[in-house]
């Protein structure tokens, strides 16, 4: 299994981003797909993810801002990212689990940076 993930970028406090992960390879019928994000000292912490029954979460941090939508037929993650604050700069990591939100095998991209400044 194979993530790439784009679009990340510089953007002001107040705007708006749109993620993008294509998921490639073995794809199993039973996912979860979501977004990661790692500041600078910090761990990651998960974003927002979305299972394939179309089931999401949401950090708290990110509720009302983000919006996670998959595209089952290209095997693709989104994440429409509006509202941008400063806290919101961190490397964006795309996640496919082989499995359900409890327990499965994770596979990971390679992180697309985000920076919110003015």
């Known amino acids: 299994v194979q993530l790439q993930a784009s679009g990340g970028g510089l953007v002001q406090p107040g705007g708006s981003l749109t993620l993008s992960c294509v998921v490639s390879g073995s794809i199993f019928s039973i996912n979860v797909m979501g977004w990661y994000r790692q500041a600078p000292g910090k761990q990651r912490d998960l974003v927002a993810l979305?299972?394939?029954?179309?089931?999401?979460n949401y950090a708290d941090s990110v509720k009302g801002r983000f919006t996670i939508s998959r595209d089952n037929a290209k095997n693709t993650v989104y994440l429409q990212m509006n509202s941008l604050k400063p806290d919101d700069t961190a490397v964006y990591y795309c996640?496919?689990?082989?499995?359900?939100?409890?327990?499965?095998?994770?596979?990971w991209g390679q992180g697309t940076q985000v920076t919110v400044s003015s």
């Open positions: 996640n496919y689990r082989r499995g359900t939100i409890i327990t499965g095998i994770d596979y």
């Open positions: 979305v299972t394939s029954g179309g089931s999401t």
